[in-house]
């Protein structure tokens, strides 16, 4: 479009522009929160910033900013000049309420996560995860070499897919299986909602060892010990046999279809002539849709999540045709995909062997 023919700007399309440009100044700002520990300092009760601030052992002035900062996102109340309170959003920054995402919030502000970021453009040109170039190893790799930031990372993914733990056990017929097998299933947090919802099942979390670091804490919370068992490996390489049926959460997305492809038939390999394989990931329209509001619509999330998979580790989130795809490569037939209720944006892909 040359310039003389297009449009001309309004207001409300500026004002888009800026409020997304701004979006990794409010991202920045609510990990600034977290590692100040924000939330928990303020509670349950209105306190003043210089509060704040002498607990926090920080300057006033700056604290203010950053509380009033907080307040405009949503996440904080001045019910009078100069307190503070707690709104419902920013209860979730703190680390031991029943829904924290303050985990979620550390990792995804990361400089490990952001930094590749930067060079979203080169990984667009080439194909490939900016990350590797960056830092001189893969993502997962990186995440090996440091303890506190993987452990770090295994609680966000915790966080991450609660809302999928609580949905999943009743969205899904799991009367006829006696054993589940969740591939990659890290700390455990979705295996648990399975099996306490349905005490008939036994089952076994299959992961690396350092994507199994927390899971025994989550089986003696839930009280699965005996219910539940780990295995560490990798599921490059093979998948356990055993179960009748087999769940995998957010690992497809991960990798490049070749990898996927991989994945899948290991699985299938594990699978019996009658066993069925669970995928929950978001599933992508066939076309995208415009969103017309301001700000970042929900969608936009899943879309941002693709370019966070191509620049950070090389994979990409998929429509249903390329997850029937993928799994027609691994010898596996796509039955079903199917909304999961009250875990958007994620669905529920069925598979069987072909």
Known sequence: MAKSDAPAASTADRDQIVRLVFGTMAAQTLRAAVRLRVVERIGNTPRTAADVAAEAGTEQQPMTRLLRALTSLGLLNEPTPGAY???????????????SVASF?????????????????GSIRTGRPAFDTVFGTDFFSHLGQSPELSAEFNAAMSQAVSETAAALPHAYDFSRFTTVTDVGGGDATLLAGVLTAHPHLTGVVFDTAEG????????????????????????????????????????????????A??????????LPPDGLLLVVEPVLPEVADTHT????????VTYL????????????ERTRQDFQDLCRRAGLVLTSSTPLADAEPFSLLEARPG
Not at 221 to 230: A, P
Not at 305 to 316: A, K
């Open 85 to 99: 309170s707690v709104t419902g959003a920013g209860a979730l920054l703190h680390r031991q309420h029943v829904g």
């Open 305 to 316: 999540s693709d370019l966070n998979m191509l620049v950070n580790l090389g994979g990409r």
């Open 261 to 270: 492809v991989t994945i899948l038939g290991h699985c299938r390999d594990a």
């Open 293 to 300: 509001g301001t700000g970042i619509a929900d969608d936009a």
């Open 212 to 259: 199994l670091a927390q899971a025994p804490s989550t089986l003696e919370r839930h009280g699965l010990k005996e219910r539940c068992s780990l295995i560490a490996g990798d599921f490059f390489t093979s998948v356990p046999e055993g179960s009748g049926l087999y769940l995998m959460k957010s690992v497809l997305h991960d990798w490049t279809d070749d990898q």
């Open 105 to 121: 919030v550390r990792v995804f502000t990361e400089p490990a996560v952001v930094r590749a970021w930067e060079h979203l453009d």
